[in-house]
């Protein structure tokens, strides 16, 4: 059964890796100007920080 849950942790902290990596590059690939670029780059930043911080810790559940 440990496994099963490892391979499901797996999964969950791969599509957070992937969905954080591509928020950060998301961020950079704005075209606003101005304020709006920063409120976007700001969130796109936050969800991709957090993204990756999930990823790092489901991969510390599964060591």
């Known amino acids: 059964m440990s496994e099963w849950i490892d391979a499901i942790l797996f999964g969950v902290a791969l599509v957070a890796f992937t969905l954080g ?11 606003k ?6 409120h976007e780059r700001i969130e796109m ?12 810790v489901l ?4 060591v």
């Not at 990596?21 to 075209?31: K, N, P, Q, R």
């Not at 100007?33 to 920063?38: F, R, V």
């Not at 991969?59 to 599964?62: A, E, P, S, V």
């Open 59 to 62: 991969g510390y559940l599964i």
């Open 33 to 38: 100007e101005g304020s709006e670029a920063l």
């Open 21 to 31: 990596l591509s928020s950060i590059v998301m961020g950079f690939m704005s075209s």
């Open 45 to 56: 930043g936050y969800l991709g920080v957090s993204g990756l911080v999930v990823c790092l």
